[in-house]
């Protein structure tokens, strides 16, 4: 909080050994003015639905995960890949093929893990040839580009009824439609989530119907950006960033680099797949536009916006771009984005979110203070 | 220690009125729920959804035009049962995903009585999941592979067999029995090209080759040498897209002068006004619609193509899939006024009692004749011609004769008012030959 | 110059082999750390390294130095890992260590600091410092060899600030003390004294002798600055043309004739 002595553990209070999991230099916000504000922001999106669309903004919710995915791959160990699309459409057809086979319960429940093993699996798979392979900086993005392109084409082409999976038929071009909606649980003891709205009545305001899915997806991504907030401060988060700024160093410091890359590419596609499920969820459909190019590029262009070292940013890009391409008539969203985009890389090529985090510390510090000992901020870079 | 206090509360404060101002400006229409009915005693609305920009533009804007030349002229005419047609018009830009976003704001928050959407058929497969969870009675009407057997959708577009259907016995008849097959790589092409194969068993010809070019593929100088090499009486073309279009021109420049049968060249995206003669020469289109069709209520003084360019004077031209738009709008006025209500259960019902239009409201079929939509099945059996482009690019009709819509009702037995269902049939599953 | 190793149990980290390295630093010396055997580098045509026999002994403090494209640089390359060797084997405490990967070489106890100062700019001293330690120490030791380490360096007081905005010789004063905060027991230095003055220059061959001399720690160092090598050499490898050209204690390279006739160009 507010002391200047550097604090050593068993002096601190619980709640601030807690809070300095999440904060570290990796991550935007390491005071208590953060994190209120966290809180409010997570409150108003738990409201969200009573006032605007919920629906709409339950897809946005469900792209910033794939948008986080990218950040922890790009942002965090520097492996530009255009390839998290491969995952999330991975993710999301496993789902509704799995889901379509078994469509029970328990069924759904195993296709949405088989969905994130799916994500995970792929990008594994694409991971180890390429970084135990040698490949390195632009090559892999140029290799993640063309696997979502090879996607594309082969998903594209699985129109006969000889591409079936068991009782899924990939449907090529048009898609696989009917995926059952997502239920959790097993037999007797589960929940459906879709078009299943939870009525509820405060007094003075009114009754109103609420979504389970938004609030699953609302959970999630809270979960997963305090998760990978605690991960990138975390030592091995340390060494991430490390292997971002320069691969070479930071394996003569003794780090298997082509491991870390490895391990954290597949956790950016098992979250990307992740995302793919619940995306096959909510539309309970897919088709083979999650691998096109276009799509593909739009996490680029969300996690530069935002800015790329840091989750939040990720976040509030996808959100936020997200509505505006929505509420844009096509060609000049197209415009908005590639004019953010090029404003992005000239003006502030760390992102947004970044740039208005320093000017709300520097205001807060006031002139001449900034790194000095009374620093608030100093505080937390005291870890252990 | 000091630290300034205030600033922390400006932060706050900062935050908290940028959450309000974003929830004021996120928040659009009624929003998260609706109970109000969006027709008065006096209106109902109708929800045209229909790509003007995009990978479709070229072909779904005239569809859009066509639905509002339609709503237009019932307006001025008192209506349906003396109640004004409100519309809610969107351009959602080629991308399924707007489809998706359109359609539940369509259907939840303008609360459209029928609504018209979509030109791919992978489209109607994403927003059909939306129709059939909301009981929502939807118009998909463009040309497609068939077998859509939903009781909330109404393809009235005509199907790959029944365009394939007009077209091919004719050809065999003229020219001979060897087919050559070239289709787009996806499903609308293939499923297409299973039906030439089903064609041919009836009409005792046979299939020498087929090949699907995938739709970003605009080079075609290998298929011209194989089209060459097989030698077959004619050809069978079921390519979809821009980079298509290429085929045409560069068969005529190889000097390849085999008839070719297609369903989607010329009526869709006008290739024999966009291409130099003689690219399209020797081309025979079956199609419900083009705006070549030589009925009275189409060409003639103020038949169809009058009044589609009066109100659209900078249009390009009058499109297979907008007359669909244009008859299937007067079918839905005819049913509501059949219901007496425009309660969707109702008019469905109304739908499936079967009704008929005459040229006046349907210019594909010729003066006496009529197209009926069969309620079983909700298709229709249209009117369909073969239209033929000479060296110079001239369009005319060579045959003409009402097709009905036999692979639901006679094969594959949907008959939706008994069982209703949400299938999508294909014919592999029933015919041997299509395999 | 033995290399059967009684210390082939030796495999772990950091801490454990610098404390036996700093037992026979006061001893025995002539205990062999580092031996390459016909080493050969071949960039396509070009052999930048030729044959190299080339040998550390246990706490050695070794220059290696000779002109300009001689291979210097290319062998600390070598015996790193960096680069695939095209022939030949390096040997580290007896064990064969040719066909390991970079990082498991550093595991076992090799350390390098690179010809271009690469510290983390982006980062703190503090989070550039912490990244070698955190690997073996947490907590309160953690802090405790970080606080030692940037102290060491000479940058107390510059602990939050960005490395990247350092003067040139603070880098490489904090290049090496995150190297040698490994607790290696061989110290590969790759010019470290190049753009800085002279009383840096000075504080960079105390740092050095100092870590040679308290901790055990080899060193091979390559530098031009005759003057800073024989300030803290022992012995010296010249390098000419990918070859070694001479070895010896530095009194007998420093008169050598062929050694001053090769700086300054001439038939070799």
């Known amino acids: ?34 994190w209120v504000g966290f809180v409010v922001a997570v409150a108003a999106l738990a409201v969200y639905p009573v006032f605007g669309d919920g ?19 790009w942002g965090y160990s520097g492996v530009l890949s255009f390839g998290q699309v491969v995952f999330f459409g991975i993710g999301a057809y496993t789902f509704g093929v799995v889901s379509i086979n078994f469509a029970t319960p328990g069924g759904i429940t195993a296709a949405v893990v088989a969905g994130i093993v799916g994500g995970g699996l792929s990008a594994a798979i694409l991971g180890y040839f390429m970084f135990y392979g040698g490949v390195r900086d632009v090559y892999v993005t140029i290799i993640t580009l063309v696997s979502t392109i090879v996607m594309h ?30 239920t959790l649980g097993v037999e007797g003891a589960s929940y459906q989530f879709m078009y299943n709205p939870f009525p509820m009545r405060v007094i003075g305001i009114g009754s109103f119907e609420l979504s389970p899915f938004y609030y699953l997806v609302l959970v999630l991504l809270v979960g997963t950006y305090l998760g990978l907030r605690v991960l990138v401060n975390s030592d091995y988060g340390r060494v991430m960033v490390a292997v971002r700024e320069d691969e070479d160093r930071t394996e003569m410091f003794g780090y298997n680099v082509t491991r870390i890359k490895f391990v954290v590419f597949t956790l950016g596609g098992a979250l990307a797949g992740l995302s793919g499920v619940l995306y096959a969820a909510r539309n309970v459909y897919i088709d083979p536009t999650v691998f096109s190019l276009l799509f593909a590029t739009l996490p680029v262009i969300w996690v530069s916006i935002g800015g790329r070292k840091s989750l939040l940013g990720a976040v509030v890009a996808t959100l936020a771009i997200e509505y505006l391409r929505i509420s844009m008539a096509g060609e000049l969203a197209l415009v908005l984005l590639g004019t953010l985009l090029l404003v ?24 001449g203070e900034a790194g000095g000992p009374d620093a608030p901020d100093a505080s937390s870079e005291v870890s252990d | ?65 066509a639905s509002m030349l339609a709503i237009e002229e019932i307006n001025a005419n008192g209506g349906i049962d003396g109640m004004q047609i409100e519309t809610f018009q969107r351009d959602p830009q080629s991308d399924n995903q707007r489809y998706q976003e359109l359609t539940r704001t369509a259907i939840n928050e303008e609360n459209v009585d029928a609504l018209w959407a979509g030109y791919s058929s992978a489209t109607r497969e994403a927003i059909r999941p939306i129709i059939d969870r909301n009981e929502q009675l939807y118009f998909y009407t463009t040309q497609y592979e068939g077998g859509v057997c939903d009781e909330f959708t109404f393809a009235v577009g005509p199907t790959a067999r029944q365009q394939l259907g007009i077209v091919l016995p004719y050809l065999v008849e003229e020219f001979g029995p060897d087919i050559y097959t070239i289709a787009a790589d996806y499903n609308f092409g293939q499923l297409s090209a299973d039906w030439v194969k089903v064609l041919a068993n009836e009409n005792d010809a046979n299939v020498l080759g087929e090949e699907f070019i995938p739709l970003s593929e605009s080079s075609f100088g290998s298929t011209i040498n194989r089209i060459q090499e097989a030698d077959p009486d004619f050809v069978m073309s079921m390519l979809v897209g821009a980079n298509h279009t290429s085929f045409y021109e560069q068969k005529a420049s190889a000097g390849l002068d085999v008839p070719i049968g297609t369903s989607t060249a010329m009526a869709q995206g006008y290739e024999h006004r966009r291409l130099d003669a003689p690219a399209m020469a020797n081309i025979y289109a079956g199609v419900n619609y083009m705006e070549e069709v030589p009925t009275d209520s189409n060409t003639g003084d103020g038949g169809f193509v009058d009044r589609y360019f009066e109100k659209y004077p900078d249009a390009p031209y009058l499109n297979e899939e907008a007359e669909t738009n244009y008859f299937s709008t007067y079918m839905y006025k005819k049913a509501v006024e059949q219901a007496g209500t425009t309660e969707q259960p109702e008019v469905i019902d109304a739908l499936e009692s079967g009704i008929e239009l005459g ?13 009926r939509l069969d309620g079983a099945t909700h298709h229709v059996d249209h009117h369909m011609w073969i239209m033929r482009a000479d060296e110079e690019h001239n369009v005319e009709a060579v045959e003409n004769r009402q097709i009905p819509e036999t692979f639901l009702s006679e094969t594959a037995g949907c008959n939706l008012p008994e069982n209703p269902e949400q299938t999508q049939y294909t014919p592999v599953d029933y015919y041997e030959e299509a395999e | 110059m033995s290399d059967t190793e009684t210390e082939s149990d030796i495999d772990s980290l950091g801490p454990n082999v610098r404390q036996t390295a700093a037992e026979l630093a006061t001893g025995d010396r002539t205990e062999t750390l580092l031996q390459t055997d016909g080493l050969v ?12 026999d080339f040998s550390v002994a246990e706490g050695e403090l070794r220059c290696l130095i000779g002109p300009n494209g001689a291979g210097k640089s290319t062998l600390l390359n070598l015996i790193t890992g960096s ?53 073996f120490a947490d907590g309160e030791e953690r802090r405790r060899l970080v606080a030692e380490a940037i102290e060491a360096a000479g940058l107390t007081g510059y602990e939050d600030v960005d490395a990247g905005q350092l003067s040139h010789g603070q880098q490489q004063q904090l290049e090496i003390g995150m190297a040698a905060a490994l607790e290696p027991d061989l110290l590969l230095l790759d010019e470290p004294v190049a753009g800085l003055d002279v009383a840096e220059r000075e504080a960079i061959a105390e740092r050095i002798t100092r870590l040679n001399e308290e901790q055990g720690i080899a060193f091979v160092v390559i530098e031009h600055d005759t003057d800073f090598v024989a300030s803290i050499a022992e012995e010296v490898t010249v390098l000419h043309n990918g070859e070694v050209f001479r070895e010896g204690p530095i009194e007998e390279i420093e008169s050598d004739p062929e050694v001053q006739r090769i700086y300054l160009g001439g038939e070799s």
């Open chain 1, 344 to 367: 992005t890389i000239l003006v502030l090529p760390g992102g947004f979110v970044p740039w208005v985090h320093r000017q709300i510390v520097d205001a807060r510090l006031g002139p």
């Open chain 1, 153 to 182: 084409t082969f998903m594209a082409q699985t129109a006969g009824s000889e591409w079936a999976i068991g009782e899924a038929a990939l449907g090529g071009f048009n898609g696989m439609p009917d995926i059952p909606v997502l």
């Open chain 2, 359 to 371: 040229t006046e409201e349907a210019p594909e079929a010729p003066e006496g004749e009529t197209i």
């Open chain 1, 1 to 34: 909080m507010s002391s200047t002595e550097p604090t050593s553990a068993p002096n601190r209070s619980l709640p601030d050994r807690l809070r300095s999991r999440f904060e570290g230099p990796n991550t935007i916000g390491d005071s208590r003015g953060f």
């Open chain 1, 55 to 73: 629906s709409q903004l339950s897809l946005f919710m469900v792209l910033a995960l794939l948008g986080l995915s990218l950040s922890v791959v």
């Open chain 2, 1 to 65: 220690m000091s630290r300034p206090s205030v600033s922390r509360r400006q932060f706050l404060g900062a935050s908290g009125a940028a959450l309000v101002a974003g929830l004021a400006g996120c928040s659009a229409g009624e929003g998260g729920t609706s109970t109000d009915t969006a027709s008065s005693a006096e209106t109902l609305k109708i929800g045209v959804l229909e790509d003007q920009s995009g990978n479709f533009a070229l072909v779904g804007d005239p569809k859009a035009k």
């Open chain 3, 83 to 135: 680069y695939e060797a095209t022939a030949g084997s390096i040997y580290y405490n007896g064990h064969d260590i040719t066909d390991l990967d970079p990082h498991e070489r550093v595991s076992r106890g090799i350390s390098m600091k690179f010809q271009v100062p690469s510290v983390y700019g982006a980062l703190s001293v503090r989070e550039n410092v912490r990244l070698p330690v955190q690997q």
């Open chain 3, 41 to 52: 580098k071949q960039f396509g045509g070009f052999t930048a390294t030729d044959d190299v």
